[in-house]
């Protein structure tokens, strides 16, 4: 190769990488803006056109799948013999699944096995689901007295600097209540003389999502996930197989990819949840769930099984944001 070829390549290599640059630099921009849009909404999940018909038909004919024994309800797959079939479906979970024989000598009306809705059918698909299992444990995080959590990430609360993470550890179901707020410390006061005071809770709730607000006690104490952009919806099936990390105080570093999305699970009061296959432990509950653009998805809550199989259980940053008024800067 000559060197006046060598001298014009050159050119075209440098104009490829700084178009590359720019083109990254437009896809964080749109997400925000995706964010940004769809903060006012009914939603924390994005759906094409084609799945919100279908998610449509589900929350119109919600009433005719809910028993005492159903756990969750859902937009998913069907499955088949252990297998997804790639149809979609209404996803109704149930403790165990039962044949026609066994729930007919238990007097147990079977599920209906499609729903319509304005014209629209939506076969209903049975699968199981186990319980969730709070993660919050005596140990060394963040907790009030006697309790064990993970902060999950910082945001700005009516002005102030907040710390978020799950309601459940503070064994409230509403706040504010009328009582004064229980004191968080940072690592957990149990069984260790370093604990510090983090701040007060100002506000949380488990109708619905399972998340609190703690107000610092000290803001110049706070050192935020390296790499935040912010938060952003989930995105119906394009989020499915996202790799998300997670920095759990039982967990650290813990990568896993999203395979669930949009699952309300009924006995805990759980509203669009989403599961991963990621490892947890209890005290990871609050940890923030970020996307490879840095971009939080999710707060955990648990864990659960589905279909036999273990998975960690989140739910949206944008409704844990949007229900208490928070924002990730």
């Given at each position: 190769m000559?060197?006046s070829?060598?001298?014009?390549?050159k050119p075209?290599?440098?104009?490829t990488l700084?178009?590359l640059?720019?083109?990254e630099?437009e896809?964080i921009r749109?997400?925000?803006a995706?964010?940004?849009m769809?903060?006012?909404?009914?939603?924390?999940t994005v759906?094409?056109?084609?799945?919100?018909?279908?998610m449509?038909?589900?929350?119109?004919?919600?009433?005719?799948?809910c028993?005492?024994?159903?756990?969750?309800?859902?937009?998913?797959t069907?499955?088949?013999?252990g297998?997804?079939?790639?149809?979609?479906?209404?996803?109704?979970?149930?403790?165990r699944?039962?044949?026609?024989s066994e729930l007919?000598?238990?007097?147990?009306?079977?599920?209906?096995r499609?729903?319509?809705?304005?014209g629209r059918?939506?076969?209903v698909?049975?699968q199981?689901m186990?319980r969730v299992?709070?993660?919050?444990r005596?140990?060394?995080?963040?907790?009030?007295?006697?309790e064990f959590?993970?902060?999950?990430a910082?945001?700005?609360y009516?002005?102030?600097?907040v710390?978020?993470t799950?309601?459940?550890?503070t064994h409230?179901?509403?706040?504010p209540?009328g009582?004064?707020?229980?004191t968080f410390?940072?690592?957990?006061?149990v069984?260790n003389?370093?604990?510090?005071?983090l701040?007060?809770?100002v506000?949380g709730?488990?109708?619905?999502i399972?998340a609190?607000?703690?107000q610092?006690e000290?803001?110049?104490t706070?050192?935020?996930m390296?790499?935040?952009?912010g938060?952003r919806?989930?995105r119906?099936?394009?989020?499915e197989?996202?790799?998300?990390?997670?920095l759990?105080a039982m967990?650290?570093?813990a990568?896993?990819?999203?395979e669930?999305?949009?699952l309300?699970i009924?006995?805990?009061?759980?509203a669009?949840c989403?599961?991963?296959?990621?490892?947890?432990?209890k005290?990871?509950?609050g940890?923030?769930?970020?996307?490879?653009?840095?971009?939080?998805?999710?707060?955990?809550?648990?864990?659960i099984?589905?279909?036999?199989?273990?998975?960690a259980?989140?739910?949206?940053?944008e409704?844990?944001?949007n229900?208490l008024?928070?924002t990730i800067?």
């Amino acid at each position: 190769m000559s060197v006046s070829t060598q001298r014009k390549s050159k050119p075209g290599l440098m104009q490829t990488l700084r178009a590359l640059a720019r083109a990254e630099r437009e896809v964080i921009r749109q997400k925000k803006a995706l964010a940004r849009m769809s903060r006012s909404a009914s939603t924390p999940t994005v759906f094409d056109p084609q799945h919100a018909r279908a998610m449509h038909t589900l929350t119109q004919c919600s009433g005719l799948l809910c028993d005492t024994s159903v756990r969750g309800i859902g937009l998913g797959t069907k499955m088949t013999k252990g297998r997804e079939t790639g149809e979609l479906a209404a996803v109704v979970f149930v403790p165990r699944k039962r044949s026609l024989s066994e729930l007919r000598k238990r007097k147990i009306q079977p599920l209906p096995r499609e729903v319509k809705c304005g014209g629209r059918t939506l076969p209903v698909d049975v699968q199981e689901m186990g319980r969730v299992r709070w993660q919050a444990r005596v140990g060394d995080s963040l907790g009030p007295f006697g309790e064990f959590a993970t902060l999950g990430a910082f945001g700005t609360y009516a002005g102030r600097t907040v710390a978020i993470t799950a309601m459940h550890a503070t064994h409230l179901f509403e706040f504010p209540d009328g009582s004064v707020g229980p004191t968080f410390f940072c690592p957990s006061n149990v069984g260790n003389a370093n604990a510090r005071n983090l701040g007060s809770l100002v506000r949380g709730s488990r109708n619905g999502i399972d998340a609190a607000l703690i107000q610092l006690e000290d803001p110049s104490t706070m050192v935020p996930m390296p790499g935040i952009r912010g938060s952003r919806p989930l995105r119906f099936r394009e989020d499915e197989g996202t790799v998300v990390r997670m920095l759990g105080a039982m967990t650290p570093h813990a990568l896993g990819t999203i395979e669930h999305i949009h699952l309300d699970i009924h006995p805990n009061n759980l509203a669009a949840c989403f599961t991963i296959s990621l490892p947890s432990a209890k005290g990871d509950s609050g940890a923030a769930l970020v996307d490879g653009d840095g971009f939080i998805v999710g707060f955990l809550v648990g864990r659960i099984t589905v279909n036999n199989a273990d998975f960690a259980l989140a739910q949206p940053s944008e409704l844990v944001l949007n229900t208490l008024g928070c924002t990730i800067p």
